[in-house]
């Protein structure tokens, strides 16, 4: 049986990649994350031999662009979720439009006034 997550927010469906980058963006975009990472990343650059700091600066680099994948994956699918809703919405309101007018046209033909 396939594990299914939701959004906690929305209730929408989410598939295990959303899930997980969701919850990845839920570590990585906290001000204590951000921080942690800039002293972690000055006493590297400060301490370490010019070795290590190319090592760490293409590595956090790459960390960098990963994460920024990730996110636009997740959202990307949002918003795919989000279009299918809007057409619903709007399918919806041109059904009700159409039903209005054709209660109106019976109310004329009968001679009712609202």
Sequence with gaps: MARTFTDPVTGDA??????????AQGIFRRWSTMILIQV??????A?????????????WSDLAIIVENVTMLALFSQTRRDAVVMRETREMARRQADILTHLE??????GIEV
């Design 47 to 59: 301490l370490g031999s010019a070795s290590a700091r190319n090592w760490w600066n293409y590595s």
């Design 14 to 23: 989410l598939s295990l990649g959303e899930h997980v980058a969701w919850r």
């Design 40 to 45: 972690v990343c000055v006493a590297w650059l």
């Design 105 to 110: 046209a019976l109310l004329e033909h009968h």
